[in-house]
Nanobody
């Protein structure tokens, strides 16, 4: 069993940056694909970014590509989402998720373990 805890959310202005962290406990994340998803009020949960178990390949939603960067440190059991040039439309609860496979999939249903989420609010 993997427990995930997100941190780093907050209230920022458009154009600012935030760094979200996801810390895992229970077992090592080595061998797990990791992803970040987000859900805005009244909307479906959507894919944001993901990476392979070894960090060799990264994937991004079109809406965040070039602004967000996902990375991981398997030794520290952490995954990070660096978010730059934030926009009001980035406002959502952000969730960290783990998939016990080396391959990456971009749908929420493919991920077995989820954190509780962290709120990101971007004001205009």
């Amino acid at each position: 069993q993997v427990q995930l805890v997100e941190s780093g959310g907050g209230l920022v202005q458009a154009g600012d940056s935030l760094r979200l962290s996801c810390t895992a406990s229970g077992r090592t994340l080595s061998g797990y694909a990791m992803g970040w998803f987000r859900q805005a009020p009244g909307k479906e949960r959507e894919f944001v970014a993901a990476l392979r178990w070894d960090g060799s390949s990264t994937y991004y939603a079109n809406s965040v590509r070039g602004r967000f960067t996902i990375s991981r440190d398997n030794a520290k059991n952490t995954v990070t989402l660096q978010m730059n040039s934030l926009k009001p439309e980035d406002t959502a609860v952000y969730y960290c998720a783990a998939r016990p496979h080396i391959t990456v999939l971009l749908t929420a249903q493919a991920y077995n373990y989820w954190g509780q989420g962290t709120q990101v609010t971007v004001s205009s």
